[in-house]
């Protein structure tokens, strides 16, 4: 059911994902869903522009992975288009924290549009004028 629910999600189906989750939770209330599985959620919700239901998953997968900077950029995102523009810009600038300390390799892919978010986010643009259709499809 999990698979399952990661598909729905890759191709859009978010309510479809949490009712396969809830369905799984529910067969078995011993499972743990693993960390990839709220990410994934989270960043589906975001690159599907549907991101008020996937607040919980977003939290959940900063929780729970340990690098973080993936879940902190999708929940950034969700953020953002939820108008919660603070911690949208507190999520970014963590992701660009991340990839340039000391002893890691910087990667632009990762910092390049987190910088570039947290400049347009500080300077009043509208989320949806960043985060459009185009940079959604763009992400996914």
């Known amino acids: 059911l999990l698979q399952n629910a990661q598909t729905s999600a890759e191709h859009g189906s978010i309510a479809e994902a949490w009712a396969k989750i809830k369905e799984a939770q529910t067969l078995n209330p011993d499972l743990t869903v693993p960390p990839e599985n709220w990410i994934s959620l989270c960043w589906c919700g975001a690159a599907w522009n549907q991101p008020q239901l996937v607040f919980g998953a977003c939290d959940r997968a900063v929780e729970l992975d340990r690098y973080e900077f993936r879940s902190r950029r999708n929940r950034g995102i969700v953020r953002a288009l939820t108008g919660d523009i603070a911690g949208a810009i507190l999520d970014f600038e963590y ?41 959604l499809e763009r992400l996914r």
């Open 95 to 135: 992701v660009v924290q991340f990839w340039t300390v000391e002893g890691r390799s910087m990667s632009p892919v990762w910092t390049a549009d987190p910088e570039a978010w947290i400049a347009a986010l500080k300077a009043d643009n509208d989320p949806h004028e960043v985060f459009t259709a185009a940079t």
